[in-house]
Nanobody, 123 residues
Framework: QVQLVESGGELVQTGGSLRLSCAAS????????MGWFRQAPGKDREFVAT????????YYAESVRGRFTISRDNAKNTVYLQMNSLKSEDTAVYYC????????????????WGQGTQVTVSS
């Protein structure tokens, strides 16, 4: 079993940048596909980005493509989400998740979840 703890969320102005981190413990993340999801108030959770085991392949939601970058450091057991050109619609709680069930954007195929970190983008 792996435990995930997100950090880095805060209040930022429109157009700003943030880097979220997801630190894992209990097991190496090298055996997991890792993903980021987010949930805004009153909305369903949505997929943001995913990265394969080695970090050689990534996939993004259309709404963040070109602005966000997911990366991983298996040696540090940490996954990152670099967020640039932030918009008000990026405001949400951001969750990282781990999957043993393949490279996927489907939340129900992720086995482990963190507690989330709040990102608020204000104009």
């Amino acid at each position: 079993q792996v435990q995930l703890v997100e950090s880095g969320g805060e209040l930022v102005q429109t157009g700003g940048s943030l880097r979220l981190s997801c630190a894992a413990s209990g097991r190496t993340i090298s055996i997991y596909v890792m993903g980021w999801f987010r949930q805004a108030p009153g909305k369903d959770r949505e997929f943001v980005a995913t990265i394969n085991l080695s970090g050689s392949n990534t996939y993004y939601a259309e709404s963040v493509r070109g602005r966000f970058t997911i990366s991983r450091d298996n040696a540090k057991n940490t996954v990152y989400l670099q967020m640039n050109s932030l918009k008000s619609e990026d405001t949400a709680v951001y969750y990282c998740a781990a999957s043993r069930r393949g490279f996927t954007m489907q939340g129900d195929r992720y086995d482990y979840w963190g507690q989330g970190t709040q990102v608020t983008v204000s104009s």
